[in-house]
């Protein structure tokens, strides 16, 4: 099976410094990884993926890494903004099992203005 | 371009009461997922179609929980009855195939038993 887990459940930061959220995740079949932002009342909302192929991928103000050899992926965010408050989760998928998304636990961030 | 539509979006029952969660997912998106989040924990997978066939059940609690989805687009979880420990936010998501297509999430059902 697979387990995922989150290095801290919480993260404040200062408005305009970067954040970085961390995972840990347990099945080296594990083959697309992604990033959700949920905030309060919402559904999880999709920011950024990467597939076991890649070690790095970045978006708008985001960046995804990942390390295989020990099973760590991170979400670092750039100059973090107030909006960028709330629960972030790393999901994990094995092609084979068709679909089936693990969650970590989430990380709380917090932006201080 | 419609996100994956839920309804209603809170729901309060006493325990023992039957209780019922529509999902019309995103138009073309032939999975449709059923997830169950408690408080402070990330998603749990229900169950999954592919169109109208239910291809991954095993997380379901199929003394109590039902799940439908008629015609291969919108879908219908059901619980009967409603116990205290069901007490959580129900969330329907969708993507165009299975495998490695990104799931969209929508709003959640927020059920609490009382």
């Known amino acids: 099976g697979e387990s995922v887990g989150l290095h801290l459940p919480t993260l404040s930061v200062q408005e305009g410094d970067n954040s970085i959220i961390n995972c840990a995740y347990s099945n080296s079949a594990s083959d697309y990884f992604i990033w959700y932002k949920q905030e309060s009342g919402k559904g999880p909302q999709f920011i950024i993926d990467?597939?076991?192929?890649?070690d790095k991928r970045q978006g708008q103000r985001v960046t995804v890494l990942l390390n295989k050899t020990v099973k760590h992926l991170s979400l670092q965010i750039a100059a973090t903004q107030p909006g960028d408050s709330a629960v972030y989760f790393c999901?994990?998928?094995?092609?084979?099992?068709?679909?089936?998304?693990?969650f970590g636990q989430g990380t709380e961030l917090s932006v201080k203005p | 371009e419609a996100g994956v539509v839920q309804s209603p979006r809170y729901k309060i029952i006493e325990k023992k009461q039957p209780v019922a969660f529509w999902c019309n997912p995103i138009?073309?998106?032939?999975?449709l997922y059923w997830y169950r989040q408690n408080l402070g924990q990330g998603p749990e997978l229900l169950i999954r179609y592919e169109n109208e066939e239910a291809v991954d059940d095993s997380q379901l609690p199929k003394d109590r929980f039902s799940a439908e989805r008629l015609k291969g687009v919108d879908s219908t979880l059901k619980i009967q009855p409603a116990e205290l420990g069901d007490s959580a936010v129900y969330l329907c998501?969708?993507?165009?195939?299975?495998?490695?297509?990104?799931?969209?999430f929508g709003p959640g059902t927020r059920l609490t038993v009382l």
């Open positions: 138009s073309g998106h032939n999975t």
């Open positions: 990467i597939r076991s192929n890649m």
């Open positions: 998501a969708s993507s165009l195939t299975r495998g490695i297509d990104t799931q969209y």
């Open positions: 999901a994990v998928l094995q092609k084979n099992q068709g679909g089936k998304l693990i």
